[in-house]
């Protein structure tokens, strides 16, 4: 069994996500886990759940994933801090942003430290319709 179904199974109870989606955010976190990296050519390099699966395809995916999907932030926060049984942990912001074709894009990111590494809780997204 691949991390990826691993994950997926973990997940599956619970987020009530469609199974597509959350099979997909499963690749995204062990493809980031795995290249340690959150660029997505490099996620995708990592996170195929099979070998007869293309990189172009998952790439596509993953870039669908982000664009169609309004993710439930508050939820995955929960799920982070019950999983880590965090109670009190450092925040950290940051922000970050690029050009997807034309689109000016912008994230801010508010994560909570634990044992030096950043686990966000909490997306701003802003998309520059021009």
């Not at 996500?17 to 959350?22: E, G, I, M, Q, T």
């Not at 007869?52 to 669908?64: D, G, L, M, T």
């Not at 109670?87 to 922000?95: K, P, S």
Request: with cysteine; aromatic share 16%; net charge positive.
């Amino acid at each position: 069994m691949s991390e990826v179904s691993i994950l997926f199974s973990a997940l599956s109870g619970v987020f009530q996500w469609n199974k597509s989606r959350l099979e997909c955010f499963s690749m995204i976190v062990i493809g980031m886990i795995s290249a340690q990296s959150v660029n997505l050519a490099n996620i995708s390099d990592h996170a195929k759940p099979s070998k007869n699966i293309k990189y172009n395809s998952i790439y596509k995916r993953i870039q669908r994933f982000f664009t169609d999907f309004d993710m439930p932030l508050n939820d995955i926060a929960k799920f982070v801090f019950n999983l880590f049984n965090l109670t009190n942990c450092r925040l950290i912001i940051d922000r970050t942003n690029w050009w997807y074709g034309k689109k000016h894009i912008n994230y801010l990111v508010l994560s909570g430290r634990y044992k030096n590494v950043a686990i966000p809780l909490e997306v701003y997204f802003y998309c520059d319709p021009y």
